[in-house]
């Protein structure tokens, strides 16, 4: 029977909204916190409309790369990610939730499907090597954010599992 | 049961047509860096028009290898890999190969003043809604499909490859040949 290591890592004392880059033997993470400006011109000059750039600036952007650099597959699955505010749970909203929000808002099928393409994607296996990525949004909060990340890694996801562990991750905020 | 697998390997070592159809059939194992055996099937087909009007059927591209490139303007690696499609299709030219571009969800116009500032003689089909970019599902933007000449998707390929590099030509020529070979 295959035993299973689990490989934990946990970043603490990161103090302000700004990139965060964690290296593992296996793989890299980037944290990347975006401000309400920075998004909402990203999709303005998409022609995003108004209503729906209304709504994502009361997001928290964060913006997510993830590189495999082992020589063995990994699977990402957003539904293993625990992310917590202050110490109390916070809910990242499935993108099957931003594309009911949009239907039910009106929102030009463009729009959305560009919005997607923006996401992160829910489930994705990474070959060594690879690097993809995308964004989560989180409602907006001034406390410290902390994300647990459990990625699965092998052919039949029997292999060691990584657990990536992120304190004091913080929302970005534009400068008055 | 030893004679049998001795005759197995008689036809695979002196029977190249047979032994290069197995090859087809399972794909080249050798692949380069960034493109993924992908073997789902059929291509889904479509009929998406380009910047220019003109309507195009991805069915009609049977008989050809066909790169089939998803892509936005905004998404940085898009941007940068376009050169690279280019150095592509100019290889390739004279080959059974086709370039098949499809812009994921912007207008006529973002496309058209895109292409024209990047210096390229791309041209690109206009999936305005998104809706045929949601059905093929690519991994992300950009990505890019190999379907064979039965219209078969056997690779993927996720975004930012020197596709106009020896590495990639060799690989692409590669499963023509193995096509050609097959054919005669």
């Known amino acids: ?171 970005a905020e534009d400068k008055e | 049961m030893k004679l049998i697998l001795k005759q197995v390997l008689i036809v695979m070592f002196f029977v190249p047509g047979i032994f290069s159809s197995l090859l087809v059939n399972a794909g080249i194992s050798e692949v380069p860096f960034g493109i993924r055996h992908y073997d789902i099937g059929s291509a889904k087909n479509f009929t998406l028009i380009d910047i220019d009007g003109e309507k195009h059927e991805l069915t009609n591209s049977k008989g050809n290898w066909v790169f089939l490139h998803f892509w936005a303007s905004w998404c940085g690696p898009c941007r940068e890999e376009m050169p690279a499609i280019q150095q592509l299709a100019d290889k390739m030219k004279g080959e059974k190969f086709q370039v098949i571009m499809i812009n994921t969800a912007e207008d006529e116009d973002t496309v058209f003043e895109f292409l024209g500032s990047i210096n390229v003689d791309l041209n690109s089909l206009l999936d305005v809604d998104g809706a045929v970019t949601e059905v093929w599902k690519p991994r992300g933007l950009p990505t890019s499909f190999l379907i064979n000449p039965d219209g078969k998707v056997k690779y993927q390929a996720i975004g930012g490859r020197e596709w106009g590099s020896p590495v990639y030509i060799n690989f692409l020529k590669k499963l023509l040949n193995t096509d050609a070979k097959l054919l005669k």
């Not at chain 1, 964004?135 to 647990?148: C, V």
């Open chain 1, 1 to 171: 029977m295959l035993k299973i290591i689990t490989l934990m890592l946990v970043v603490t004392n990161i103090q302000a909204a700004e990139p965060v880059v964690v290296k593992t033997p296996d793989m890299e993470l980037g944290f990347t916190p975006r401000t309400a400006n920075q998004m909402g011109s990203f999709y303005e000059a998409r022609g995003f409309p108004k209503a729906m750039r209304d709504v994502l600036k009361q997001q928290c952007f964060i913006t997510v790369g993830i590189e495999n650099t082992s020589n063995k597959k990994i699977w990402l699955d957003m539904s293993n990610w625990e992310i917590t505010a202050g110490g109390k749970p916070i809910k990242r909203e499935h993108r099957n939730y931003w594309k009911q929000r949009w239907q039910n808002m009106g929102i030009p099928l463009s729009k959305q499907s560009t919005f997607r393409w923006t996401l992160i994607p829910e489930m994705l296996d990474y070959l060594p090597g690879e690097r993809e990525g995308g964004n989560i949004l989180l409602p907006f909060t001034d406390k410290p954010i902390s994300i647990t990340a459990t990625f699965a890694t092998g052919e039949n996801k029997q292999g060691e599992k990584i657990i990536i562990t992120i304190d004091e991750l913080f929302c």
